[in-house]
Each structure stands twice: as structure tokens, then as C-alpha cells.
């Protein structure tokens, strides 16, 4: 059993930054792929980034080149840092653990407005 505990969302103006911060329990973190996921009102959640134990990163067209995901295997936490923010990154933010089963964050709201 992993537990998830995200950090650090907020209300910030467009073009503003932010990072996401998970923590996670467990003696087994480093061989996870960890994931931050969004899930804007009326819309399905969607993966935004990934990284894999041997730290590839994948990542949604959308926030290409203004998200960065990124993992400390020492802290057991993974990152995401957001730069160039848009309205449209509104939404609430989720960390998933994907090892054999899905573990999921309670969610930080993101949201970006003027």
C-alpha cells in the first residue's frame, strides 16, 4: 500500500509558476512510475506527466515545454513544476503511483486566473 500526499497547488495569474510536490510512503518508491494527472470540472482527468523509475518523462502536448516532472528517490517525493501557467490548466491536480496496481493523491486544486 502507497500513500500519496500532494502539496503546493494554489491560485496564481496566467503566465505565473507553481510546483506540485508529492510525497510518498513506502520502501518501494523508486521502482514506481510516478504521475501527476488533472481532472478539470466536466472533463475526464488526464495524465499531464510521467516519469518511470529509470527517469523517462512523458508528457501531454499541452504543457510541452512549460511543466517539468522530476523525482528524488532518497525523499520518496516527485515534482511538477509548472511555468507559462494558462486558465486552462485549471483543475485539480493528482498524484498517481503505478506499480503493478494505481494509487492515487486526494487531489490539489490549480487554479489560474486574473
Known amino acids: 500500500q502507497v500513500q500519496l500526499v500532494e502539496s503546493g497547488g494554489g491560485l496564481v495569474q496566467p503566465g505565473g509558476s507553481l510546483r506540485l510536490s508529492c510525497a510518498a510512503s513506502g520502501s518501494m518508491f523508486s521502482i514506481y512510475t510516478m504521475g501527476w494527472y488533472r481532472q478539470a470540472p466536466g472533463k475526464q482527468r488526464e495524465l499531464v506527466a510521467s516519469i518511470t523509475s529509470g527517469g523517462s518523462t512523458n508528457y501531454v502536448d499541452s504543457v510541452k515545454g512549460r511543466f517539468t516532472i522530476s523525482r528524488d528517490n532518497v525523499r520518496n517525493t516527485v515534482r511538477l513544476q509548472m511555468n507559462s501557467l494558462k486558465p486552462e490548466d485549471t483543475a485539480v491536480y493528482y498524484c498517481?503511483?503505478?506499480?503493478?496496481?494505481?494509487?492515487w493523491g486526494q487531489g490539489t486544486q490549480v487554479t489560474v486566473s486574473s
Open positions: 498517481n503511483a503505478k506499480f503493478m496496481a494505481d494509487y
